[in-house]
């Protein structure tokens, strides 16, 4: 797939991204086509209308294929909202005999016993990912293969989601006349757009900060330990001020992205915005620092609840990397002194992508993290499509598996 250009499309809250990508020699990415358009049919990362999704995904992908020339018929989707969770699961399998080297299958068979656990009857795998090896009980193996030993285990990273919501992602593009080629959660997403192998390798997080919801991906000795999605953004902000200032939503968007900072902390007393209230014929004077300490309140807030998913994690002390702040959200000034002051310890800076291509400046944005990092992700790598683990019936799950870990085909 490297030598390949690759369409993909975040689907988020506020906007449908579409973009087009191949890989440099180097490992990079070039892009061709960035685009996005406006979306009403998702709320909080998940269909609601069928019919407005798929009016958004047949706009960006058009608008695409206008920039490009490129004939886009199969995507990579992202999949998001909180319906989405994680866990780690080990799996083990004996090498007989234990004189051979240990090969492809057993890799795959493995992973696959480490699958086994049935989700419920309303959910279903989406991606599982290998985090760690071990081989005889020595652990942080990376390339299994050609190794000898008695005993391979596997640390799977797997992630499920609602079945209802998944098909409806498929049938939004599908009814747009596209194929999906793979699904990707959009928190892992991200984490592949603006984080590096060092952050991965040394532990981080990245924190993306969408209008519906914020995803959260922790990475730990290269791999992803953990991936959430909280159901709120952003677009929480827009509609505490709308509410509490009695506002239209779009007027609530102008100050916000106007007038607003994360934190009142130092704002200047006498200095005020006019606010269009609804039923109002005039404009509303408003003191700054009281609009600042709307969205001060629930952007701290949302650092709370990042700070509580790291702390889960047990992984707060080993985050070299640190915090790694991205998505449209991420853009309101004031947001990483937020997230300084809630993760204490914790390293946070704000992230872009960085690509090459003749629509690197569209897609080198902080809200075009996940597209990038769909791209990333899937040119990066090679698929193996597994069979049912043993016990598991109609579950054929795509699994990404490194080509530092299976090796080239030979």
Do not use: W
């Amino acid at each position: 797939m490297n030598d390949t250009l690759i369409s993909v499309l975040d689907l988020g809250t506020a906007k449908v991204a579409a973009l087009l990508a191949e890989a440099t020699d180097e490992g990079g990415i070039v892009v061709r086509g960035a685009v996005s358009v406006q979306c009403r049919g998702l709320a909080r990362g998940v269909p609601t209308s069928l019919e407005e999704t798929t009016i958004a995904i047949d706009a960006a992908v058009r608008r695409l294929r206008q920039a490009t020339g490129a004939p886009v018929e199969k995507v990579i989707v992202s999949l998001n909202g909180s319906h989405l969770e994680s866990e780690n699961k080990q799996g083990f399998v004996p090498i007989y005999p234990k004189t051979r080297p240990i090969g492809r299958e057993d890799v795959l068979h493995v992973v696959n016993h480490s699958r086994q656990v049935v989700p419920a009857p309303d959910r279903e795998q989406v991606l599982a990912l290998p985090r760690e090896f071990r081989v005889d009980g020595q652990r942080g193996v990376t390339k299994p293969i050609g190794m000898c030993g008695g005993r391979l285990e596997v640390v799977t990273h797997i992630v499920t989601g609602q079945t209802a919501h998944l098909q409806n992602v498929e049938k939004a593009v599908s009814m747009a006349g596209l194929g999906v080629i793979q699904t990707i959660p959009a928190p892992i997403a991200a984490g592949y757009g603006v984080a590096d192998a060092n952050a991965m390798n040394g532990g981080c997080v990245v924190v993306d900060l969408g209008a519906g919801t914020t995803g959260i991906a922790i990475f730990n000795g290269g791999a992803i330990a953990g991936t959430v999605v909280l159901p709120i953004g952003a677009g929480t902000v827009t509609s505490d001020i709308a509410k509490l200032l009695r506002t239209s939503p779009e007027e609530a968007e102008r100050v916000k992205l106007a007038f607003g900072c994360a934190t009142a902390e130092g704002l200047v007393e006498d200095e005020g915005v006019e606010v269009h209230q609804i039923g109002q014929p005039q404009p509303r004077y408003l003191p700054r620092k009281v609009l600042c300490e709307i969205i001060e309140s629930r952007m701290r807030e949302i650092a709370q609840l990042v700070r509580a998913q790291i702390d889960r994690s047990g992984l707060m002390g080993q985050l070299a990397g640190g915090v790694i702040l991205t998505g449209g959200g991420s853009l309101l000034p004031g947001t990483v002194d937020i997230f300084r002051q809630e993760l204490r310890g914790a390293g946070v800076r704000l992230a872009v992508p960085c690509t090459e291509g003749p629509a690197s400046v569209a897609a080198n944005r902080a809200e075009m993290a996940t597209a990038v990092g769909l791209a990333a992700y899937v040119l990066g790598a090679e698929e193996d499509e597994l069979e049912p683990a043993s016990g598991i019936e109609h579950l054929k799950v795509k699994l990404r598996s490194l080509k530092a870990i299976f090796g080239p085909r030979g």
